[in-house]
């Protein structure tokens, strides 16, 4: 759920409100690549022991490229999930302690025919020994972003969605976007999204939808009609979650 990955990114920034870095950072300005020249502007991954400068530079980075995020755990290991960033169509990094990550890597290597690579907003869950992606990406036939699902045997993918046509795709609402993923503490889980009507110059919804027992196939979906109604629904069943 985002709600994980809003608490996970506290924890990544908490690291840097010690006393001590808001000393340095009063201090006159000092290159990171002077600091660590093979760690500087690009690094996104750093390890303990690094200076406090260039951990702050490598996890800017990881907040600027690293958008959409959606956290899973699997074990004791943290899986973060987000948006394409160049030739990442999904990006996955890993984390033990969600403060140092692991460099980005593949996910999805690859989309479907029906698609445009265009890829937005995962979210991943567990089912058995199966990972279930959600995402977003272009119908190339309406031109609009619509909603997909691929499987993985291995958290870090590769994820592999075999569909004909999207899953989920209200082309007279503008679209449909940003899916998440809210498992229930009976086991049953249930699909979020938002319908794109902005796209037309209309207030958006957000719809629910309950899924199969493995998680790939969205039932009858529901329409929450207003902002406030939808975010009122959400808060209740993240809350629940807890």
Known sequence: MRHAVAAAFVLLLAGFSTPTLRAELREPATSVASLAPAAAAEVTSVGPGVHPRVELDATRNMIERFPDPAVLRVGDTYYAYATRQGPLNIQVVTSKDLVYWSEPRNALPAVPDWAQVRTWAPAVVQRGTTFVMWYTTRDRASARQCISVATAADPL?????????PAICQVDRGGSIDPEVFVDADGASYLHWKSEDNALG????????????DATVAGRSEEHTSELQSLAY???RLLLEK
């Open 157 to 165: 993918g590769p994820f592999i969605d075999r569909s004909s046509a």
């Open 202 to 213: 209309q207030p958006t919804s957000l719809w629910a939808a309950r899924l199969n027992a």
């Open 234 to 236: 959400l808060v209740c």
